[in-house]
């Protein structure tokens, strides 16, 4: 296994592979993440902040960030109307987080090693409406702006779009990034659909 070092932007919100993710950026420690990022092409470390009730065990690494984490490539930026840089992250890799320290511009960085990407998996009949429903988001305008490019055939890419979209608890997409067979992703996201239309 090997370990290297990362440097980790804790966030509300949880990035999957694949998924993009708006942010706008106005603490120093961040402005100069995403300017050393931008000019060396490389990845930072997006990782969940645990809340509450939604910490079911304390994290090995700390005990207010996720174990399990997703490399961010920024893919767009701009100037936002309030003077504040927004940019626009794309989820990589995964990766274990095994311990962080906060240098002492308040950054953290964190040991973490690569989980190694899934082989693609081919789309199956009995998970067809949860494509349906994908297809269905993509025409929304907020998710267009996005300009997501998920591979339709490819269930991973699928599961983990539609996970990204949804308008889920954090802890249940959380939970998601971790799963490693895509029957427990798909089955996952098949029961949540469920749940959300029986409310309706």
């Given at each position: 296994m090997?370990v ?6 804790p ?21 100069d ?7 060396s092409?490389?990845?930072?470390g997006v ?13 090995k690494?700390?005990p207010?960030?996720?174990d399990?984490?997703c ?18 992250i794309?989820?990589?890799?995964r990766?274990?987080?095994?311990t962080t ?16 990407h ?5 789309m199956?009949a ?9 297809k ?8 267009q702006?996005l ?6 055939d490819?269930a991973w890419?699928?599961g ?6 949804l308008?889920?608890e954090?802890?249940?997409k ?6 490693s ?11 949540t659909?469920?749940?959300?239309s029986?409310e309706?």
């Open positions: 090997e290297s070092t990362m440097s980790l932007f966030l509300s919100g949880v990035l999957l592979p694949g998924g993009r993710v708006p942010l706008q950026i106005f603490e120093q420690r961040y402005l993440l995403v300017r050393d990022c931008m000019k092409g490389q990845p930072f990782v969940w902040i645990r809340r509450g009730a939604e910490v079911s065990q304390r994290g690494a700390s207010d960030l996720g399990v984490g490399s961010a490539h920024i893919v767009d930026w701009d100037q936002l109307p309030n003077g504040l840089l927004g940019i626009t794309e989820g990589g890799e990766f274990d987080l095994h320290e906060t240098r002492a511009n308040g950054l953290v960085v964190g040991e973490v090693s690569s989980r190694s899934p082989q693609p998996v081919a199956e009995r998970w067809q409406s949860l494509l349906d429903v994908l269905s988001l993509e025409a929304h305008p907020h998710v702006r300009n997501l490019t998920p591979d339709f490819d890419q699928v983990w779009a539609l996970a990204q979209l308008p889920l954090e802890y249940a959380y939970e998601m990034l971790g799963f067979d895509i029957d427990e992703l798909m089955n996952a996201l098949d029961k659909l469920n749940e959300i029986g309706a």
